[in-house]
């Protein structure tokens, strides 16, 4: 009897230990790119595909055209993702410049009209890791912000749920530099299709430090600070990102955003989680990591596999490792399989 009651009560007392226990909420997944694991990134064929596989957010990195426009590019410089090195109409247009600080060699979207971009045609980036991606390369032009917003509404009213945006500004202090600043058109756009407050599924993410403040200053939208392991902002000389990483430099991000895009890394170091998940969020800060690839040569050395035919390694205990240090969403090119991996078959 003795025996027995003890066993009920220590029953009764691991119960009410789990039950007082918080539970962290999975995270949402943002589509990096779109579906960018599967096709071209940045192409309304990869949005598309992101959300019928059950993405929470996708993500279009914005530059613009010479006309103001903007269109979907992972950098300004598209000599890697189009086609355009094809096109001798366009070759004189090859250039040279520096962006933040870098000199790079190529074809610039700030130099072409969106009519011009228009005869362009996307190819995938990686062809040598992903080389099935490219049965699909010259099938679709880039897209324009608002063909993505029209993609996003349409995709709601044939599912019946809210589908996320997540635009970072790239090269924001460049590009208004030159008189193609992001936010009027950005945020004339997002009021246009009825993202205007914290309520709405956006958030709005850069490096820089400058145009999140200005961002803050006219706009209700969430904002999210992007930081790496090394460097620093663009547009901050002197400033480090791990600077900011700091309790100080996490309560000075809290004045103007909603949350900080850290690299994985930041996050899971090879001995355990860093810590920076329970610093930012005693900030209130949310942490949305970036970017969670299935390839062995995006993996931590304790996620790879030497005998995957795929070079694909343990992306699913990845996933699940990442998920257990409390950030809020995570970017994956494969959003399928990171919904899967936080919810495994039984």
Same mark, same amino acid.
């Given at each position: 009897?003795?025996?027995?009651?003890?066993?009920?009560?220590?029953?009764? /007392? +691991? /119960?009410?230990?789990?039950?007082?226990?918080?539970?962290?909420?999975?995270?949402?997944?943002?589509?990096?790119?779109?579906?960018?694991?599967?096709?071209?990134?940045?192409?309304?064929?990869? %949005?598309?595909?992101?959300?019928?596989?059950?993405?929470?957010?996708?993500?279009?990195?914005?530059?613009?055209?010479?006309?103001?426009?903007?269109?979907?590019?992972?950098?300004?410089?598209?000599?890697?993702?189009?086609?355009?090195?094809?096109?001798?109409? #366009?070759?004189?247009?090859?250039?040279?410049?520096?962006?933040?600080?870098?000199?790079?060699?190529?074809?610039?979207?700030?130099?072409?009209?969106?009519?011009?971009?228009?005869?362009?045609?996307?190819?995938?980036?990686?062809?040598?890791?992903?080389?099935?991606?490219?049965? #699909? $390369?010259?099938? %679709?032009?880039?897209?324009?912000?608002?063909?993505?917003?029209?993609?996003?509404?349409?995709?709601?009213?044939?599912?019946?749920?809210?589908?996320?945006? %997540?635009?970072?500004?790239?090269?924001?202090?460049?590009?208004?530099?030159?008189?193609?600043?992001?936010?009027?058109? +950005?945020?004339?756009?997002?009021?246009?299709?009825?993202?205007?407050?914290?309520?709405?599924?956006?958030?709005?993410?850069?490096?820089?430090?400058? $145009?999140?403040?200005?961002?803050?200053?006219?706009?209700?939208?969430? +904002?999210?600070?992007?930081?790496?392991?090394?460097?620093?902002?663009?547009?901050?000389?002197?400033?480090?990102?791990?600077? !900011?990483?700091?309790?100080?430099?996490?309560?000075?991000?809290?004045?103007?955003?909603?949350?900080?895009?850290?690299?994985?890394? !930041?996050?899971?170091?090879?001995?355990?989680?860093?810590?920076?998940?329970?610093?930012?969020?005693?900030?209130?800060?949310?942490?949305?990591?970036?970017?969670?690839?299935?390839?062995?040569? #995006?993996?931590?050395?304790?996620?790879?596999?030497?005998?995957?035919?795929?070079?694909?390694?343990?992306?699913?205990?990845?996933?699940?490792?990442?998920?257990?240090?409390?950030?809020?969403?995570?970017?994956?090119?494969?959003?399928?399989?990171?919904?899967?991996? /936080? $919810?495994?078959?039984?």
């Amino acid at each position: 009897m003795i025996f027995g009651r003890m066993l009920r009560t220590a029953a009764i /007392l +691991l /119960l009410a230990l789990l039950t007082a226990a918080p539970v962290m909420a999975e995270p949402f997944i943002i589509a990096h790119r779109g579906a960018s694991g599967e096709r071209p990134e940045h192409t309304l064929a990869a %949005y598309e595909r992101a959300i019928d596989q059950g993405a929470d957010y996708i993500e279009p990195d914005l530059v613009l055209t010479r006309d103001g426009v903007l269109v979907a590019r992972h950098e300004n410089e598209i000599s890697g993702t189009t086609d355009v090195a094809d096109h001798p109409e #366009f070759a004189a247009r090859k250039t040279s410049k520096t962006i933040d600080g870098q000199p790079i060699t190529g074809w610039f979207t700030e130099d072409f009209t969106l009519a011009e971009l228009r005869t362009l045609r996307a190819r995938e980036r990686l062809p040598q890791l992903r080389a099935a991606n490219s049965r #699909f $390369n010259d099938l %679709y032009p880039i897209p324009t912000f608002e063909e993505i917003l029209k993609l996003v509404r349409a995709k709601e009213a044939e599912t019946g749920r809210r589908i996320g945006l %997540y635009p970072e500004t790239k090269h924001p202090s460049y590009f208004a530099g030159i008189g193609l600043a992001h936010q009027a058109p +950005l945020l004339a756009l997002l009021s246009q299709y009825g993202y205007q407050t914290e309520a709405d599924p956006v958030f709005i993410q850069s490096f820089e430090v400058g $145009n999140l403040k200005a961002l803050r200053a006219v706009s209700r939208l969430r +904002l999210i600070q992007l930081v790496e392991g090394e460097g620093g902002p663009a547009d901050a000389p002197g400033t480090t990102y791990a600077d !900011m990483m700091t309790t100080q430099g996490l309560k000075q991000i809290a004045d103007y955003a909603d949350g900080i895009g850290p690299a994985t890394a !930041m996050v899971l170091a090879p001995e355990g989680p860093t810590g920076l998940v329970g610093r930012a969020h005693d900030a209130g800060l949310q942490v949305h990591v970036w970017t969670l690839r299935m390839e062995n040569s #995006f993996l931590p050395a304790a996620f790879q596999r030497a005998d995957d035919p795929q070079g694909r390694g343990d992306f699913a205990g990845y996933v699940q490792a990442v998920a257990r240090t409390g950030v809020d969403a995570m970017f994956s090119d494969f959003p399928k399989q990171a919904r899967e991996a /936080l $919810n495994p078959a039984p």
